[in-house]
């Protein structure tokens, strides 16, 4: 036996300042991460605070999901079901406000989900349940004209094209006309007389954050325009709008009905209910943008 053979095996000592080390390392990268999503949210709601959204006349509705004013503070955990979702447009009355609040109307409402888009909160859809939310008072007995309509949302892994997020301008009845429908290609929809008006064609890819504007000016044209992943440059379309009749819808649903059910998490909606002009538009656009950090 060498007895001058140096000891290589670790001492306990030594092994106990590894771990330590190791513990510290792995406290500071946690810390790190809680440290950054602190920062997101706080940079969130301090754009959404602090937009130009809240300012620009005709503001009837505003959901999104930074914001603890948002939710009910139980429903503020990863993986809980929502009860509500909070209209925030601060240009209406408090009592008013609170009608126009999206509530679930079937057994399973969507899920609060953490740091889902861009390191912050969203709602997940997922197309295996019948998940729905209902603005209930939004538009009752109102003609609207012309309307602006914002959708941001996140498509997941599991996307299929064909399957798109739906926001719909409900009907008053069968012979009533929907405002808007953005679903597929239709934008908007007259159930009685089937008035399409067509876009044109576009895929979303899956994992995309995506932004839907929708401009209705009833006496020019249809604007649409998504920005993000949907192709490879995004599509923008006008077109001269066909009917001249009465758009009166009793409220609004966000996808609910039909087949497809999209499987994506819907971060914020805003509506208008007149037609932006360009200045307008690039202060919604702008915001939405730098917010969710969405590829031009």
Known sequence: MNKNRPNT?????????VVLIVGILI??????VDLYKDFRITTAQSLTQNSRVNRIDGLILWLEASQKSSFEPSNINDGQRITKWKNINQNM???????????????????YREGAVSSLPSLEFVPEEEQCLWVRTGYDGASIINSSIYLLIRTKENWVDTNQPRLLGRLLSVSSYSMWDIRANVLVIANGNNVYN????????????????????????IH????GDANSNGVSSSITDTYSGSH?????????GGETK???????????????NTNERNDVKNYLIKKWNIKK
């Open 224 to 227: 649409y325009n998504i920005i």
């Open 9 to 17: 095996a670790f001492t306990l000592v030594e092994i106990a300042i």
């Open 27 to 32: 406290s500071g990268i946690s810390l790190g």
């Open 93 to 111: 009355l408090a009592q008013d406000r609170v009608l126009n609040d999206a509530t679930p109307t079937t057994s399973t409402a969507p899920i």
């Open 262 to 276: 999209a499987s994506a998490y819907f971060s914020e909606i805003i509506i208008f209910d007149r037609a932006l």
């Open 248 to 256: 009166a819808s009793q409220g609004l649903s966000i996808r609910c």
């Open 198 to 221: 067509y876009v044109g064609t576009y895929k979303i890819k899956p994992t995309s954050t995506v932004l839907h504007e929708l401009i209705i000016d009833r006496k020019n044209a």
